[in-house]
C-alpha cells in the first residue's frame, strides 16, 4: 500500500504564492508518475500538471507560467510551486501517484484559498 501525504495548503491572498508538498511512503518512487490534481465545489476534479519518471511535464493551459511541479526523488516527494495566485485557483489539491503496472494512489487533499 503507498501513502501519500500533502502539505502546504492554506489561505494566501490574489497574487501570492504557496508551495504544496506529497511525501510517498513507498519505495521506487523515481520510476512513479506524480500529478497535482484540484477539485473546486461544484466541480469535478481536473488536472493540474504531471511529471513523469523522466522529468516530463504536462501543464493545464490554465495554470501555465504560474505553476511548477517538480520531484526530488531522494525524498519521494513531488513539490507544487504556486505564483501569482488568483480566486479561481481555490481548491483541494491531491496527489496522485501512477505506477507503471497500472494502480493509483490519492492523497487525502489539501485547502487552497485564494482570497483578499
Sequence with gaps: QVQLVESGGGLVQPEGSLRLSCVVSRRLFNIYTMGWYRQAPGK???????????????????????????????????????NSLKPEDTAVYYCKVSTPWGTEYWGQGTQVTVSS
Design 44 to 82: 469535478q476534479r481536473e488536472l493540474v500538471v504531471t511529471i513523469n519518471s523522466g522529468g516530463s511535464t504536462n501543464y493545464a493551459d490554465s495554470v501555465k507560467g504560474r505553476f511548477t511541479i517538480s520531484r526530488d526523488n531522494a525524498k519521494n516527494t513531488v513539490y507544487l510551486q504556486m
